[in-house]
């Protein structure tokens, strides 16, 4: 079956961190970027991250820079967000997304989003 | 980063009705533009890239149409299992890509 599982989430003090994991199964990983989104419960979606499918190449919203850092392992299927110096406005549900990539013919694109997760919700308080 | 304005935030149809969600950019974007679907609960899906192309599997009675800053998605024929909220998103200017507020449609 083709899904993402994210796990990890949870409640953190502001200033903590947090280690999000995202599970593939039933595609070729590493053939796809892969991303975070993230969103307030009733509010809006936010893009988080992007990772390339080879790992190499990363980038982060403006609000996330230089506290979250997103990692894959490409043996395992597995993506992953580090959290750090979380605060409050970082409280959501935060999504795996997959690229669509070259299953988005006639234009493939990493920034079209075709499978999600369930998403994992984390919740900074203190 | 460029802002993507969804119109209306809500609408309230009946089954078999046709309804049309708009979405405006903030400066052009060719056809970079996306359309979701998320249920209470669910994630999103995609059913619309590149403006026009339907997703595989999503059925026919959606549909996307505009470019350059102004987007509309169709739904053609209302069933029930469409009443959900509605996401534009703009992958033109990524890696900061946007979504728009959302839309709701409700049964009337």
Redesign the interface.
């Known amino acids: 079956e083709v899904q993402l599982v994210e796990s990890g989430g949870g409640v953190v003090q502001p200033g903590g961190s947090l280690r999000l994991s995202c599970g593939a199964s039933g595609f070729t990983f590493d053939d796809y970027a892969m991303h975070w989104v993230r969103q307030v419960p009733g509010r809006?979606?936010?893009?988080v991250s992007?990772i390339g499918g080879d790992g190499t190449e990363t980038?982060?919203?403006?609000s996330v820079k230089g506290r979250f850092t997103i990692t894959r392992d490409n043996r395992k299927s597995s993506l992953f967000l580090q959290m750090n110096s979380l605060r409050p406005e970082d409280s959501a549900l935060y999504?795996c997304a997959k690229a669509?990539g070259h299953?988005?013919?006639?234009?493939p694109?990493?920034?079209?989003?075709?499978l999600?997760?369930?998403?994992t919700l984390v919740t900074v308080s203190s | 980063d460029i802002q993507v304005t969804q119109s209306p935030s809500s609408v309230s149809a009946s089954v078999g009705d046709r309804v049309s969600i708009t979405c405006r950019a903030s400066q052009g974007i060719y056809n970079w533009l996306a359309w979701y679907q998320q249920k209470p609960g669910e994630a999103p899906k995609l059913l619309i890239y590149a403006a026009s192309s339907l997703q595989r599997g999503v059925p026919s009675r959606f549909s996307g149409s505009g470019s350059g800053t102004d987007f509309s998605l169709t739904i053609n024929s209302l069933q029930p299992e469409d009443f959900a909220t509605y996401y534009c998103q703009q992958a033109n200017s990524f890696p900061a890509v946007t979504f728009g507020g959302g839309t709701k449609v409700e049964i009337k």
């Open positions: 809006s979606l936010e893009w992007f980038s982060y919203g403006d999504y669509c299953d988005c013919k006639p234009t694109s990493p920034w079209y989003f075709n999600w997760g369930r998403g």
